[in-house]
């Protein structure tokens, strides 16, 4: 019998929302304009609390409530797995393993706070969120069901009423029938508005009630951004506490790149005090190269210079390439490249125009003393490697019958990758000029630099990697090439640096004048300048502040330049092949 009841309801139901799409019935209007904008504010509230709890959910990257379970199903720590693996494999000894040991562990850090932020997030903010969507909200939808119901009801109850009340006035059928049928139908009307009112108070005051939560569920996106910021900082914390340590494995990496990196901080790696390749070269050059005509100036082999640029970035170096004789064109554009890709040259970018103005003097005398307070004033590092470098090119200009290599021609090929101004500007101007200053250094290197180098020996001493030292030097194995003969004597003491850079000059001597060398037999008569005193440094002034000194020396005047049929013009700036 209940079930019939229920079946007639559905098919009245049915009927009377049928009537009411095509028109043929009126609808119930039961909520004022006001509860119907909340209404609407309901269901929008409903999609957006459904759709953000589901693309927050889909953020998470972790599953499950235990925190160690849920730390090995995270990216960061597969990640962070298999750099461990790797860095085992590469070992200790190398760099990239230890910084792929170390960026592992970073990540594995980093995978257990994000860990610890998604856990907090699904409690406090997810869990709320999908209890908006998936509790409050369909409850107040079954409030809406409900009423929706009672509405249809009462409107079929109202209908049928008004069909019997137009049948009795008609006058067919049974009035009597039709009199008991109107009692039973307003009664039925009575208990149907009364059931809509209730559910209609029901709807209404759990639409209010989830509508006046709305501020407390806005919170929740508060607590959201609040803990993204603290994990972000205690990811940043983590970031912070590891880029130290994996600066530091760099810096103390001995492997680093030599080409294009700072003099100063190649030698502080290395624990030198002359750069690796300006030694090494310099050493080859001298032992296996002082019979080749047109050192520095003929190009190497572009495939060689390459091979042997990588061979000094890496610290494997093969002595065959610099010890073969065919090579020695090559180790010179090697020495060139490493000297014009240094990032500040050699004679460096502060003193550039001191350099320029000493070398713009027209007496010869003022004009050495200039450049000489000029080369006072270079940093240690690069005093030392220039001291090197121009006592190597005066050794050359000592076989420069053989090579055909005078001082001129030695500095036009050497001045532009030792001095350039900051902003590169390459003219033949500043090349002329840069390669007269290194001219006058080459001349009076012994002036400029006091001090014996022993190139050979200061190789074996330091540790060089070709081992040069203990092959036969170029004399031994041909005598008859040698144009100096080599007499054992104690050098002269050399100038001592201060910590400011800058050379004070206290005890100073006149040094002698050299002889005037006939310029038609320069290249047969090399210039002997080892009898030039030079000024140095008193013990007391080691830490006094710069100064120029008071009574400068008389400087060596320099010996005239070799009569040549055709005056060599500056080159341009060498290219990466030279």
């Not at 562990?105 to 860990?115: H, I």
């Not at 610890?116 to 903010?125: A, G, P, R, W």
């Not at 494997?316 to 020695?328: S, T």
Request: hydrophobic share 35%.
């Amino acid at each position: 019998m209940l079930k019939k009841e229920n079946m007639k309801k559905q098919f009245l139901r049915v009927k009377q929302l049928a009537n009411q799409n095509f028109g043929r019935a009126e609808k119930s209007e039961v909520l004022s304009d006001e509860l119907l904008q909340c209404e609407k504010k309901v269901e929008n509230l409903k999609h957006a609390s459904h759709n953000t709890a589901k693309k927050l959910g889909a953020c998470l990257l972790g599953t499950g409530y235990e925190y160690e379970k849920r730390v090995k199903k995270l990216p960061e720590s597969t990640l962070a797995a298999t750099m461990m693996e790797s860095s085992i494999q590469l070992g200790n000894n190398s760099i990239f393993g230890a910084m792929v040991a170390t960026c592992g562990e970073c990540q594995q850090n980093v995978g257990k706070e994000l860990a610890l932020y998604e856990m907090e997030i699904e409690h406090s903010v997810l869990q709320s969120l999908n209890t908006l969507a998936e509790t409050d909200i369909p409850n107040v939808t079954a409030h809406k069901k409900k009423l929706t119901k009672a509405v249809l009801d009462m409107d079929s109850v109202r209908s049928r009423y008004h069909s019997a009340v137009r049948a009795t006035t008609s006058g067919k059928g049974n009035l009597q029938e039709q009199v008991m049928k109107i009692e039973q139908l307003k009664d039925e009307v009575e208990e149907s508005s009364n059931k809509m009112e209730a559910a209609r108070d029901a709807y209404v005051t759990e639409m209010l009630v989830l509508l006046a939560r709305e501020g407390e569920f806005a919170e929740k996106f508060v607590e959201l951004v609040e803990q993204q910021a603290d994990y972000h900082k205690r990811a940043a914390g983590v970031l912070d506490r590891m880029l130290p340590a994996m600066r530091e494995l760099l810096e103390e990496n001995p492997q680093r790149p030599v080409f294009g990196t700072s003099l100063e901080s190649h030698l502080r790696v290395s624990e030198r005090e002359i750069a690796l390749p300006v030694e090494v070269c310099c050493e080859a050059i001298i032992q296996f190269g002082l019979e080749e005509e047109g050192l520095f100036r003929i190009a190497g082999s572009s495939s060689k210079v390459k091979k042997l640029k990588a061979s000094f970035d890496l610290g494997v170096m093969d002595d065959a390439d610099f010890g073969d004789p065919a090579h020695v064109h090559a180790v010179t554009g090697v020495l060139k490249q490493y000297l014009r890709e240094l990032p500040e040259p050699l004679m460096t970018f502060a003193l550039y125009d001191e350099w320029v103005s000493a070398n713009s003097i027209q007496d010869t005398d003022t004009r050495l003393q200039a450049l000489w307070t000029c080369v006072g004033k270079l940093p240690k590092p690069n005093f030392d490697n220039l001291k090197y470098l121009m006592k190597f090119l005066r050794k050359l200009l000592d076989h420069s019958n053989i090579t055909k290599m005078t001082a001129s021609n030695l500095a036009l090929v050497i001045a532009p990758n030792v001095m350039w101004a900051k902003e590169d500007a390459i003219s033949v101007m500043s090349t002329g000029t840069a390669s007269v200053i290194v001219e006058s250094m080459i001349y009076h290197a012994d002036w400029f630099f006091p001090g014996e180098i022993d190139f050979c020996q200061n190789s074996a001493q330091s540790g060089t990697h070709t081992g040069l030292a203990n092959r036969p030097t170029h004399n031994d194995v041909h005598p008859e090439h040698s144009s100096t003969q080599q007499v054992q004597q104690t050098p002269p003491q050399p100038m001592a640096r201060t910590p400011s850079h800058e050379n004070v000059r206290t005890e100073q001597k006149t040094p002698e004048k050299p002889d005037r060398v006939d310029s038609l037999n320069l290249e047969t008569s090399p210039v002997n300048e080892s009898a030039h005193q030079s000024p140095v440094l008193s013990s007391h002034a080691r830490n006094a502040p710069p100064r120029v000194p008071t009574n400068k020396p008389t400087p060596p005047k320099p010996a005239p330049r070799p009569r040549t049929s055709i005056k060599p013009q500056p080159p341009p700036r060498p290219n990466n092949n030279q």
